[in-house]
Structure formats: structure tokens, C-alpha cells
């Protein structure tokens, strides 16, 4: 693995399912986010954590929820998906030091039918 | 409330000189980021400004004012490549970013 990685790459599902969102860094970063992008909007923060056992909510977090059981993983779930949760979906991480930049993943495009 | 501003879309010529602004009002700052997005991928990460001034890498520069609450992203000698968004973050008394929505940057040959 090098650098960030999302699974799946893209999905599509129908409404009322229940889907999670993968997220694995190998860079050691303690710090670890989920964001949505959509057409004319800004990047959105889901949710976040700060370090391996702690989470926190960000802007729009209703509907998901994220664990962190380790500094690698940060899964992100729907727990029953809905049309408005159609999205790009970026995980990112970044170092604890005040100028780390964040490091992105490639994405998961999810429809939601 | 927090808010990022930045014109939706610019056009520049290839070779040519552009500066994309972003003017910003958050609760607290704690440094301001530029990132660059080709369509279809993930941002990446170009500059980061905390203090005023200009900060210069190469064929791009970004300056502050956090008096003004303003950004600029100046690129020079414009090459097709650089056709992407440019999003302009600042990271607020939270330490965590808001993002604008980002400019589109079309080159033309």
C-alpha cells in the first residue's frame, strides 16, 4: 500500500442498505477524515479522528457513523442509504504537526437508487 | 457562520499568468491551504499559508492577508496540465478545515 486507499472505487445501491466505506493509510498518521463532495459545493467533513479510539462529527455526520480501531483503518458506514447520500465520497489523513497538509484517497462514488 | 469564497471559473491562456483569490470569514484561523483537483481524482495539495506574505514554489505562488481575510493563488507560465479546480481551505479555531467550492480553471491553447 502507498499512501491512502478507498474500497470500493465506485457503487451503486439501492435505498434502505447498509454499506460501508473503506479507508486504509499506511503513513502512520494519527489523524484520519471523511468528506463528501458534491457538484458546486465546497468539500464537506462527515466525520473525523484525531487518533486511534477517538471520533468526532463534522459538518453533515447524520446518517453515518465511522470507527477507529486501529491508526490504519477508518471505516466509514451508512446504516440505511438514502438518495441524498448519492456523493464522491474522500477519505483523508494528515500528520499531527500544525502545517500538515491532508492527504487524500482516491474515492468511492456511491449512487444511491 | 464560516464561509469560503472563490469565483466559481476563470479561463487563461496557455503561458500566461493567472491569480485565482478567495476571500474567507471563520470562527478563528489557523492557516489557510490550496489544493489542486483534476476531474475525477482526489485533491492534492499545493500550498499552505499561516503568516502573511507570499509563499513561492516554482511556477506557483500563494499569498495572505489574514487582516483581509484574503488568499491569492497566482500560477505562472500556464500549461494545459493545470486545467483543474483549485480549492481554496482554511482551518478554523477547530483545527479542522472548510473547504470553498472551488474554482474551475479552463487553459486554452
Known amino acids: 500500500i502507498a499512501g491512502i486507499t478507498q474500497a470500493p472505487t465506485s457503487q451503486i445501491l439501492a435505498a434502505g442498505r447498509r454499506m460501508t466505506l473503506r479507508c486504509t493509510q499506511d503513513m502512520r498518521h494519527n489523524a484520519m477524515y471523511w468528506y463528501r463532495q458534491d457538484l458546486g459545493l465546497g468539500l464537506r467533513l462527515i466525520h473525523y479522528s484525531n487518533t486511534a479510539g477517538t471520533t468526532g462529527k463534522g459538518e453533515v455526520p447524520d446518517g453515518y457513523s465511522v470507527s477507529r480501531a486501529n491508526t490504519d483503518d477508518f471505516p466509514l458506514t451508512l446504516a440505511s442509504a438514502v438518495p441524498s447520500q448519492t456523493s464522491v465520497y474522500f477519505c483523508a489523513s494528515s500528520g499531527a504537526g500544525g502545517g500538515d497538509e491532508q492527504f487524500f484517497g482516491p474515492g468511492t462514488r456511491l449512487t444511491v437508487l | ?109
Not at chain 2, 471563520?26 to 506574505?53: C, I, K, M, R
Not at chain 2, 494545459?80 to 474551475?104: E, P
Open chain 2, 1 to 109: 457562520g464560516q464561509n469560503i469564497d472563490q469565483p466559481t471559473e476563470m479561463t487563461a491562456t496557455e503561458g500566461a499568468i493567472v491569480q485565482i483569490n478567495c476571500t474567507y470569514q471563520t470562527s478563528g484561523f489557523n492557516g489557510l491551504f490550496w489544493y489542486q483537483q483534476h476531474a475525477g481524482e482526489a485533491p492534492t495539495f499545493l500550498s499552505y499559508n499561516v503568516l502573511d506574505g507570499l509563499e513561492e514554489k516554482g511556477r506557483f505562488s500563494s499569498f495572505l492577508s489574514r487582516s483581509k481575510g484574503y488568499s491569492y493563488l497566482l500560477l505562472k507560465e500556464l500549461q494545459m496540465k493545470d486545467s483543474a479546480s483549485y480549492l481554496c481551505a482554511v482551518r478554523d479555531s477547530n483545527y479542522q478545515l472548510i473547504w470553498g467550492a472551488g474554482t474551475k480553471l479552463i487553459i486554452k491553447p
